[in-house]
């Protein structure tokens, strides 16, 4: 096992050896990460949307395309580093078995 992975790879070999497979592994990795950063960017998007549209209440201006912009680009840099972890963690399953 090399030294660089992470202290968890026993739980995935003690999963492996119950009889899971690399797909079901997966999969729940990917249900894990959709949760811990599907939550968390659903909360900052509310938020901001609740932001800006009170901003528009007090300065009386509608921001629309700022906004839709600015969420996009938070959800696409958001999305990229749950992506990345997925990959992480794909590797790490790989390795470890």
């Given amino acids: 096992m090399?030294?660089?992975l992470p202290m968890f790879i026993g739980s995935f070999l003690i999963l492996r050896k119950l009889g899971?497979?690399?797909?079901n592994l997966l999969r729940g990795i990917r249900f894990k990460q959709l949760?811990?950063?599907?939550?968390?960017l659903i909360v900052g998007l509310s938020h901001s949307y609740f932001a800006v549209k009170s901003g528009w209440f007090f300065f009386g201006t509608e921001m629309l395309w700022p906004m839709l912009i600015v969420m996009a680009l938070y959800t696409a840099l958001y999305s990229t580093?749950?992506?990345l972890s997925v990959a992480y963690y794909k590797r790490v399953i790989k390795d470890s078995l």
């Fill in 2 to 4: 090399p030294l660089n």
């Fill in 20 to 23: 899971f497979t690399q797909s």
């Fill in 35 to 40: 949760f811990n950063f599907g939550i968390p």
């Fill in 81 to 83: 580093f749950g992506v």
